[in-house]
């Protein structure tokens, strides 16, 4: 499936739509979420709404918003998926220092693990789909072609 993530973009592959879903699974409210990550509730409905730009600093903010009582790597891997979300919408702020290795070791770690899972999901996928468990619907396929 291709993705579109620029501001306004395909709705399923969205930052908004990964933040909805996740919050919806996570049985929080807005402005649950917004306190929970030191952002401003107007900010989440815009980001939800595809109708801003995070950055880095709010993809990190809205990780431990999510997992407050998560473990660092689990924050760093859901971090690294909301940045995959956001794609080239990310806003990275400038003139931040370079973390400390630990982090960056940290980092690897989770990007590697979600690569796995990701992987992992993909090839399952796949052999639904070969045994016919699953249907690719006209509307995406139209839009993979596209």
């Given at each position: 499936?291709?993705?579109?993530?620029?501001v306004?973009?395909?709705?399923?592959?969205?930052?908004?739509?990964?933040?909805?879903?996740?919050?919806?699974?996570?049985?929080?409210?807005?402005?649950?979420?917004?306190?929970?990550?030191?952002?401003?509730?107007?900010?989440?409905?815009?980001?939800?709404?595809?109708?801003?730009?995070?950055?880095?600093?709010?993809?990190?903010?809205?990780?431990?918003?999510?997992?407050?009582?998560?473990?660092?790597?689990?924050?760093?891997?859901?971090?690294?998926?909301?940045?995959?979300?956001?794609g080239?919408?990310?806003?990275?702020?400038?003139?931040?220092?370079?973390?400390?290795?630990?982090?960056?070791?940290?980092?690897?770690?989770?990007?590697?693990?979600?690569?796995?899972?990701d992987?992992?999901?993909?090839?399952?996928?796949?052999?639904?789909?070969?045994?016919?468990?699953?249907?690719?619907?006209?509307?995406?396929?139209?839009?993979?072609?596209?």
């Amino acid at each position: 499936m291709s993705t579109h993530n620029e501001v306004g973009g395909n709705r399923t592959s969205s930052f908004g739509w990964e933040l909805i879903s996740r919050r919806v699974a996570s049985r929080l409210s807005q402005s649950t979420l917004a306190e929970a990550a030191g952002v401003s509730l107007p900010w989440l409905v815009k980001l939800e709404q595809d109708r801003g730009r995070p950055s880095d600093e709010v993809c990190r903010r809205l990780a431990h918003g999510f997992l407050p009582n998560g473990s660092p790597l689990e924050r760093a891997m859901l971090d690294l998926r909301l940045r995959r979300a956001a794609g080239q919408s990310l806003v990275t702020l400038s003139g931040q220092r370079r973390p400390p290795e630990r982090v960056l070791r940290l980092y690897a770690r989770a990007a590697q693990l979600l690569d796995e899972r990701d992987a992992r999901s993909r090839a399952a996928v796949r052999q639904r789909m070969a045994r016919g468990e699953l249907a690719v619907h006209h509307d995406v396929a139209s839009r993979q072609a596209g």
